[in-house]
């Protein structure tokens, strides 16, 4: 048990590392083909050792599917979320130990150096073909976006305050047929029906590939992958590696999950569980992009258009209310905004406790830095296009 548990933490361990790898050996087969005599050779053995060290299925190996034996101990779950000010809800219960966050409340810095953050992702990832940085995107928790910004050495945040069940579509790029749309959910209600908070978060993602006939659903529960006629169910009670075609889907048990298309559109989702009997909350997902910057100049949606980068300038840096939280003076996209130095959390590396990421928050709902207004983003359903 021992030995096969090593061997798991060794393939799973960090899904970012395979995902490189697989980015890797799918660079290495495109050059194969042009190559030629010992180039070839040394092309072909370079992506075979890749292959082969981290269980891929590939034109040059066969194909795995592995599913280990469900032997390890439940993992701790998220009891409380934490308010955006980084304090917990007052909500009490039999056990009032907070699992999964640290109880020491962190003093935001006004600036943090980008590298500090991203120190557990390995350098291939994040960075394009001419070793420059690239931003990544996401959605979690309330939901909180946050937009990387490395030319700024910064980063830009601004959440979505919607209804539970409405649809926001967050990817959408009409060349390469890729959308993704994000369901939201709230806290549970009270045993009258009373609404006890309106706070809301991702409870369903969807990920369609038009080109690939591809629709991938994920909840808190389960993982539904429709290939053309074809349906696979996936539990998060399981660890998965499997490839298929250009399509790998990586499952790490109780954590997250890594969807990677093959032609550079990669994305993690994560999970979070709380306490199953918690009065008020309940289990929701997180979104992250990854590398992508390779998608087309086209590429939309409330993370999408962000793609390509954005430009900003932030003057008159001066105190408000909370002397942890200065306001500020934002010009981006011909728009003068006022905005606020705060603090929103990346889960991407670290699914329970997360890595602060300082960001000038803009306010109602991201109006002035997003295109057009939120409910321009608003979609019918999971798998609509926008």
Not at 60 to 74: A, C
Not at 237 to 248: A, C, N, V
Request: net charge negative; aromatic share 10%; charged share 25%.
């Amino acid at each position: 048990r021992e030995e096969a548990q090593k061997q798991q933490d060794y393939i799973f361990g960090n899904y970012i590392e395979r995902l490189w790898a697989y980015l890797t050996i799918q660079q290495l087969l495109e050059k194969k083909v042009q190559a030629k005599g010992d180039e070839r050779e040394n092309i072909t053995e370079q992506a075979l050792q890749l292959s082969l060290k981290y269980h891929f299925v590939t034109p040059l190996t066969s194909m795995v599917v592995t599913k280990p034996e469900d032997d390890e101990k439940d993992e701790p779950l998220i009891v409380d979320k934490p308010k955006e000010d980084g304090s917990y809800s007052d909500t009490q219960h039999s056990n009032p130990q907070r699992i999964g966050y640290s109880d020491v409340q962190h003093s935001i810095p006004q600036f943090i150096d980008d590298s500090d953050l991203q120190q557990s992702i390995p350098r291939h990832i994040g960075y394009d073909d001419e070793g420059e940085s690239t931003p990544t995107y996401s959605a979690d928790y309330d939901p909180h976006f946050i937009i990387h910004v490395p030319e700024k050495n910064d980063s830009l945040c601004f959440n979505i305050d919607e209804e539970p069940g409405v649809v926001l579509n967050l990817v959408k790029d009409p060349l390469s047929g890729i959308a993704v749309n994000g369901q939201l959910i709230g806290d549970k209600k009270s045993s009258s029906g009373e609404k006890l908070s309106n706070s809301t978060y991702f409870g369903k993602i969807g990920i369609s590939h038009k080109l690939m006939d591809l629709k991938i659903e994920v909840t808190p529960q389960k993982i539904i992958v429709r290939n053309g006629k074809r349906m696979t169910v996936f539990s998060w009670l399981e660890t998965i590696s499997m490839t298929q075609g250009s399509l790998t889907l990586m499952i790490n048990k109780k954590k997250n999950m890594m969807l990677s298309t093959g032609d550079g559109a990669a994305f993690v989702i994560v999970l979070h569980q709380v306490w199953k009997k918690h009065p008020l909350h309940q289990d929701f997902l997180g979104f992250y992009t990854v590398d992508s910057h390779k998608f087309s100049e086209k590429s939309h949606g409330l993370l999408g258009q962000f793609f390509h980068g954005i430009d900003f300038e932030v003057s008159d840096i001066h105190p408000s209310s909370n002397p942890q939280k200065p306001d500020a003076t934002m010009f981006v996209k011909n728009h003068k905004l006022t905005v606020t130095r705060g603090w929103q959390k990346d889960y991407q590396n670290d699914p329970k406790i997360g890595v602060i990421v300082p960001c000038w928050f803009v306010h109602f709902n991201g109006t002035g830095l997003i295109d057009g207004v939120h409910t321009d983003y608003i979609v019918p359903s999971l798998f609509s296009s926008v």
